[in-house]
């Protein structure tokens, strides 16, 4: 198993400003990923956080807004940039080993 | 690309009462099914996982899940409830291979309320 943990577990951000979310697992892993949880809406993938090159994104993100970046098989940071109210949510990361596990989430409010 | 469907968004039950929460997914090739928690306040947690195998998997605090593959489903079950199984659960399917690999995909989640 692996045991991640997030930091800052929550923020409250200003319009137009930016915030980093990092993300650190106890072991190595395999894959990390980020999520996204809206406000009463199940979980959507952000992009797959590679290491050592840049993130594989999902339709819908991209990397101006959402750069990320993983420097080694244990760490990576999530960046929300220019935020706006519709930004408010949870952000979380995963690593997977035999399966995967998650973090404790970022919960993310933008004023 | 795969999607998958929980048939309730919100349950409410009796303790000691049998729970079934229905979980269907698209997928045409070779899937990983996982069923996810959520309790109030805390972080998802993996309550259990099928792979390969034994059709009917076994997870912690008593839940099981049976996988059957004509039927694309993958359903969670559990005979007699508890409050404390208050939480809100996630079905996710993870397709074998390609550019989908690793990923997950996530259901809307059920909202399980249980009345002492």
């Known amino acids: 198993s692996a045991v991640i943990s997030q930091k800052p577990s929550r923020d409250i951000c200003q319009r137009g400003t930016s915030l980093t979310i990092q993300c650190q697992v106890d072991?190595?892993?395999?894959?990390m990923f980020w999520y996204r949880q809206q406000p009463g809406q199940s979980l959507t993938l952000i992009a797959t956080a590679n290491q050592g090159s840049e993130a594989t994104y999902e339709s819908g993100f991209v990397i101006d807004k959402f750069p990320i970046s993983r420097p080694n098989l244990t760490f990576s940071t999530l960046t929300v940039s220019n935020m706006s109210p519709e930004d408010s949510s949870i952000y979380l990361c995963?690593?997977?080993?035999?399966?995967?596990?998650f973090g404790p989430g970022t919960r993310l409010t933008v004023l | 690309a795969q999607s998958v469907s929980q048939h309730n968004h919100h349950v409410i039950l009796s303790e000691a009462a049998s729970l079934e929460l229905g979980c269907n997914y698209s997928y045409g090739g070779t899937v990983n099914l996982f069923w996810y928690v959520q309790y109030p306040g805390q972080h998802l947690q993996l309550l259990l996982k099928y792979f390969s195998g034994d059709p009917l998997v076994k997870g912690i605090k008593g839940f099981e899940a049976e996988f059957i593959k004509s039927k694309f489903s993958f359903n969670l079950r559990k005979p007699s409830v508890q409050w404390s199984d208050t939480a809100e659960y996630f079905c996710a399917v993870n397709a074998w291979g390609g550019t989908s690999y690793g990923k997950l995909t996530f259901g809307q989640g059920t909202i399980l309320t249980v009345h002492p």
């Open positions: 072991s190595q892993v395999t894959m």
């Open positions: 995963s690593g997977t080993t035999d399966t995967q596990y």
